[in-house]
């Protein structure tokens, strides 16, 4: 046979709606209750709970239990890169309210992509690493200069550490909405959590958007040499 057949097992588990919704939400890189997830899937917890089941099956989707709580988490990062790229080739949802509208402009301004910022600050900001000759682009990979790793270590990131991590170090992941590659890996990780720590950006609740504060305007300007 020339193709693996169990890639029709994934593509089913990607083709219910509320399954799809969820994994979506679960983009943010957070560990979520079935309830939340019901509530962002507007479906009932139990109808949730048999969908998440399916999820943790198909090893898409990763459950911890604390008492008698169960968290639900994407398995990792490959499938949070997997799931961008299906939105990056997905149709645009049909905005049928004002806050959904509002949501989404959000989304597209600046969001979590798993565990890294993506949207056009995102792709903005890596766009200014590789300008500054901070990041170089070869084969769907950042490279970090030797300019780079200074740059970087002065910011306040421990490279060693990050590159200790057993993941992709710094991979390109194509934005579903500015259609461009932004900035992954742990690299991108420990870039969004340095932000998130300096008070430069903050969660907006319920979604997976990146609120810019006034300090991060300032930061960004200052050390990125973007107006946000």
Not at 140 to 148: A, D, H, M, N, V
Not at 211 to 226: D, I, M, S, Y
């Amino acid at each position: 046979m020339g193709i693996n057949p169990n890639m029709a097992e994934i593509a089913s588990l990607l083709g219910e709606t509320s399954r799809a919704t969820m994994l979506a939400s679960m983009m943010d890189g957070r560990f979520h209750t079935a309830s939340e997830l019901a509530y962002m899937a507007a479906i009932k917890p139990q109808t949730a709970s048999f969908h998440l089941a399916k999820l943790v099956e198909g090893k898409l989707v990763k459950v911890e239990k604390q008492g008698r709580h169960r968290y639900f988490q994407l398995a990792d990062e490959e499938i949070a890169h997997l799931l961008e790229s299906f939105l990056a080739i997905s149709p645009p949802p049909e905005v049928r309210s004002l806050k959904q509208s509002s949501q989404m402009k959000l989304l597209q301004g600046a969001r979590t992509c798993y565990d890294h910022l993506a949207g056009k600050l995102g792709v903005q900001l890596t766009d200014s690493l590789i300008n500054a000759g901070y990041l170089k682009l070869e084969e769907k990979q950042f490279l970090i200069t030797s300019e780079g790793a200074q740059f970087f270590t002065d910011f306040g990131l421990d490279l060693d550490d990050l590159k200790r991590k057993r993941r992709s170090f710094s991979h390109a992941c194509l934005d579903w909405s500015e259609r461009r590659y932004h900035l992954a890996g742990a690299l991108g990780q420990g870039m969004l959590t340095h932000f998130l720590s300096l008070g430069w950006v903050t969660r907006v609740p319920s979604i997976r958007a990146i609120k810019v504060t006034e300090k991060g305007r300032a930061g960004f300007k200052e050390v990125f040499q973007l107006d946000v």
